[in-house]
């Protein structure tokens, strides 16, 4: 009996030292992760990505709600990650300071003591950190604390940093958009999981930005913007303001960085508003490319229009000099050509009267003259791009219909269905139209050698919206644009093999008390590449730039903002898949050149010396002779009135009869 009782002993002594060795394997030496069972339902999976796969049926989040925001490539912009909102039930606690202890354990940021007085409280409910990160959640889960619960949740991430942070925008605490693409598809974002596939290309807006700032720290000016945008389909490949700011850190960016330039600022466009002018007079039939236009000084009251330098041009000039000296007094007379009200409701089709339409809530409205202020004064000067004020976008929008066959697209941020726009049919009716426009691949973008096209020549995509040009115009506008840099102001832009055209334009800066002021500009070049089959637009815009000893102290366009926009066509090129064609430059370059000059048809009389309807002192003087002949007829009027009032007098019986 009494070796089996100690057979029995030894028995339940190893049985119980195995369950104690056991257990000290699985709690203290080597511990176990708990089963997905003992966690919270709400905790999701860590994503498991192949490489192989796409990127919509990789990066699968279920339990994250709003969708990425990818760029034209699926480069990952913007991407919510699972995360934690840690919480505790005060009342089940037994000794706060230990729980304390423990997270701040794990939770390094941690105020301790803050969180003990939390724990202390009595109350059933405090949240102790927010946004853990899963592996911080196991861990504190691992302690088995009572009291302490975790709540689902998501953090917002911009993978990208500075990239495209005003456009992208942010998310407030609860998930919701605040501003920017996040706000403007708030709705879209959370409804549907699928990636928001936006017409940016990440690479192409690094090198927009990385020249831009180059350009804003060489010639130190406070703030720039460039805008990279496809003519036909209207996709922003790229857009920068600057300065910027880390998109993960819009909380505590300042406001200067977070005001987006290219859609909210408001900047008098300077001579590349001439573009516009110049296009609405051939468009109306005003004036024609062999007229002339008079670039002697404008006397206006107080004020004079002049041109900053004159010696390289003559008194006359012709339409393609206007454009390619860039005059100011010869596009004001081509203003008062067209008249205030044609200029007014020109301007209006073009969509300078109104925000931009893209998808950005910054998207601001246009600073324009009143109805009853649209003067003679102010058709001259918003012939050359002073007296209204536009965001950049404005005006590449406005470049863009110049050249892509005569149709104001839409700007947008998302990426187009490219197949789609392929198969559209035109709308060929003459006129304004909803879509459609024709082919601009005509004669003058298909130049050949030998009877085949170069290799630089693609057909682009058939752009859809308004036409507000013929073809025939939107071609010669591409010739004179060409010529601008070519033989013009805007020499600085030229790129071999990439045949740029653009055009410049100065402004001076209004003061904070009305007013311009002297030698504080806002220097811009809008432009088209290539131009013998236009596909893409770029802008640069430089803030009150200061000139520098390789620009012998001049701060206009031409010596900051044109060589950025060639610096960035340069490098951009190849990425968006435009090569250089440097082996056809002749070929391509007769088939886009105009004369200087342009001989006027036989038989017809053009505009000029002798013959100048524009000009002011001609307005004006018609406008005294108005006023005279109404006073002559008033006063004509008022005797007679005076007349038949003394034989009213003088004959009741004649008013009576009259009654």
Not at 329 to 358: E, N, S, T, Y
Not at 470 to 499: C, M, Q
Request: include cysteine; glycine fraction near 8%; charged fraction near 20%.
């Amino acid at each position: 009996m009494h070796v089996r009782l100690l057979g029995v002993a030894a028995g339940f002594c190893l049985l119980f030292g195995t369950v104690a060795l056991k257990a000290t394997f699985a709690t203290i030496i080597s511990p176990m992760a708990p089963e997905a069972r003992q966690l919270r339902p709400q905790v999701p999976d860590i994503p498991k990505i192949d490489p192989k796969s796409t990127l919509t049926s990789t990066l699968s989040m279920p339990q994250v709600r709003r969708a990425m925001i990818v760029d034209r490539n699926n480069q990952v912009l913007a991407v919510s990650l699972p995360v934690a909102q840690l919480y505790a039930n005060p009342r089940e606690l037994i000794d706060p300071q230990d729980v304390a202890k423990k997270l701040k354990s794990v939770l390094p940021q941690m105020d301790e003591e803050e969180t003990v007085r939390r724990l202390s409280m009595a109350k059933q409910f405090v949240y102790l950190a927010r946004n853990i990160t899963l592996q911080q959640e196991l861990a504190i889960n691992n302690f088995g604390i009572p009291g302490i619960y975790f709540e689902a949740g998501e953090r917002r991430h911009y993978p990208q940093g500075q990239v495209a942070a005003q456009i992208l925008g942010s998310v407030d605490i609860d998930d919701h958009g605040i501003a920017g693409v996040e706000r403007y598809f708030d709705k879209r974002l959370i409804s549907d999981k699928t990636p928001l596939k936006t017409s940016l290309d990440v690479r192409v807006q690094g090198v927009a930005r990385e020249e831009l700032a180059a350009a804003m720290q060489t010639f130190e000016a406070i703030g720039a913007c460039a805008i990279v945008m496809d003519v036909n389909s209207g996709e922003i490949i790229a857009m920068v303001s600057l300065p910027d700011y880390d998109a993960n850190d819009f909380a505590h960016a300042p406001g200067d960085a977070r005001f987006n330039r290219a859609v909210t600022g408001m900047y008098e466009p300077g001579s590349t508003f001439k573009l516009q002018t110049a296009a609405m007079a051939l468009q109306l039939g005003v004036a024609h490319i062999w007229d002339r236009f008079s670039s002697i000084p404008i006397h206006i009251g107080r004020f004079t229009i002049a041109d900053m330098k004159t010696d390289h041009f003559a008194p006359w000039l012709s339409l393609p000099e206007v454009m390619a000296f860039s005059s100011n007094p010869a596009a004001a007379h081509i203003a008062l050509d067209v008249g205030a009200q044609r200029q007014q409701d020109w301007l209006r089709g073009m969509g300078f009267f109104a925000p931009v339409p893209v998808e950005l809530p910054e998207a601001g409205h246009p600073i324009i003259p009143a109805r009853r202020n649209w003067g003679i004064s102010t058709v001259m000067t918003v012939g050359f791009g002073h007296g209204v004020a536009e965001p950049p976008l404005a005006i590449v929008r406005g470049t863009a219909a110049t050249v892509n066959g005569g149709i104001l697209i839409k700007p947008t941020l998302l990426a187009r269905d490219e197949d789609a726009n392929a198969q559209s049919t035109p709308d060929m009716a003459s006129g304004p139209s909803i879509s459609g426009g024709p082919d601009t691949r005509n004669a003058l973008s298909e130049a050949s050698v030998d009877g085949t096209e170069t290799e630089t020549v693609d057909k682009p995509v058939v752009p859809e919206g308004q036409r507000v040009f013929s073809p025939e115009i939107s071609a010669t506008l591409r010739k004179i644009l060409r010529l601008d840099v070519k033989f013009g102001t805007g020499k600085t832009a030229e790129v071999p093999g990439y045949f740029v055209g653009g055009k410049t334009g100065t402004a001076e800066k209004i003061g904070p008390h009305g007013g311009y002021l002297k030698h504080v500009n806002i220097a811009a070049f809008t432009s088209i590449f290539p131009m013998n089959a236009p596909h893409y637009a770029v802008y640069v815009m430089l803030d009150s730039p200061k000139g520098t000893t390789a620009t012998h102290g001049w701060t206009t366009a031409a010596w900051n903002a044109a060589p950025t926009v060639a610096r960035i066509i340069s490098r951009i090129g190849p990425m968006l898949e435009v090569f250089p064609d440097t082996a056809h430059e002749p070929e391509i370059d007769a088939a886009l050149s105009i004369p200087m000059r342009p001989s006027p048809p036989r038989g017809v009389r053009p505009l000029g010396p002798g013959n100048d309807p524009g000009d002011p002192r001609r307005a004006a003087d018609e406008k005294q002779a108005d006023e005279a002949g109404k006073k002559k007829s008033l006063k004509a009027d008022d005797a007679n009135t005076m007349k038949h009032a003394a034989n009213r007098q003088n004959s009741p019986q004649q008013e009576g009869g009259q009654g």
